[in-house]
């Protein structure tokens, strides 16, 4: 019976192991080299996986966000979005292959507000500048 609860034990710390170690998301940056700075994020990177980069921006109701990006993909997915006070994504785009584009997002709400971007398995770089308008 002691052979037994130790051998449970053993297996059950394992199976605990094996659960966490799936939780955890892994964040890989190879050959990584860039700025992030107000208003500019800008990376060119070999390996890309995770959250790369936020930055925060403090906005007032009524203003808009003028977000422009140059994406470069050679494999796998970058995703850019922006993040409102409550968390949740007011705007968001998956790229699988190289785009640049500019949009505007009118906010109604003030708050703080988050750009973020993050890659899957991608390489490549990444330009994404913002700024606020009244």
Request: with cysteine; net charge negative; proline share 0%.
């Given at each position: 019976m002691k052979h037994f609860c130790k051998?449970?034990?053993?297996?059950?710390?394992?199976v605990a192991i094996v659960i966490l170690a799936g939780c955890v998301q892994s964040k890989v940056r190879i050959k990584w080299q860039g700025t992030n700075v107000p208003g500019h994020m800008a990376y060119r990177y070999d390996r890309?996986?995770?959250?790369?980069?936020?930055?925060?921006?403090s906005?007032?109701?009524?203003?808009?966000?003028?977000?422009?990006y140059?994406?470069?993909?050679?494999?796998g997915t970058l995703s850019i979005q922006v993040d409102g006070p409550d968390n949740e994504a007011v705007w968001e785009i998956a790229l699988q292959e190289g785009a640049q584009d500019t949009v505007e997002l009118a906010l109604e709400e003030g708050g703080q507000y988050c750009v973020v971007v993050m890659g899957e398995?991608?390489?490549?770089?990444?330009?994404?500048s913002w700024e606020l308008r009244d």
């Open positions: 051998t449970l034990c053993i297996f059950l710390a394992v890309f996986t995770g959250d790369a980069e936020t930055h925060n921006v906005v007032k109701a009524g203003q808009t966000l003028v977000l422009t140059d994406v470069v993909v050679n494999e398995k991608t390489g490549g770089s990444f330009d994404v």
